[in-house]
């Protein structure tokens, strides 16, 4: 079982940058692929990045590649997403979750979620 808690969302101006982490407590961490997705409201999740257990290998979504940066630290049983250069349309509830198989990309393979926060990004 893991539990996840998520912080660092708010309320940006066009152009500004947040950084959104998700704290994990349970069992291993460290062996769970971890990723972050965002809904908007009238639409499906959609995923925006995931790393890998050892945070070697990283892959995000088409439309934040170069604009969003995941990463994680074993040690402190967190995972971050770097957002630069935010604009309205990311304004989104971001959740994290984790999975204990793979490297998925879709929410049905992700076994743990936390509760979200919202990130909204004004004009």
């Known amino acids: 079982q893991v539990q996840l808690v998520e912080s660092g969302g708010g309320l940006v101006q066009a152009g500004g940058s947040l950084r959104l982490s998700c704290a994990a407590s349970?069992?291993?961490?460290?062996?769970?692929?971890m990723g972050w997705f965002r809904q908007a409201p009238g639409k499906e999740r959609e995923f925006v990045a995931a790393?890998?257990?050892?945070?070697?290998?990283?892959y995000s979504s088409y439309s934040v590649k170069g604009q969003f940066t995941i990463s994680r630290d074993n040690a402190k049983n967190t995972v971050y997403l770097q957002m630069n250069s935010l604009e309205p349309d990311d304004t989104a509830v971001y959740y994290c979750?984790?999975?204990?198989?793979?490297?998925?990309?879709?929410?049905?393979?992700?076994?743990?979620w936390g509760q979200g926060t919202q990130v909204t990004v004004s004009s």
């Open positions: 979750a984790a999975a204990r198989r793979g490297y998925p990309t879709t929410p049905d393979l992700y076994d743990y």
């Open positions: 349970g069992r291993a961490f460290s062996a769970y692929t």
């Open positions: 790393v890998r257990w050892n945070g070697d290998s990283t």
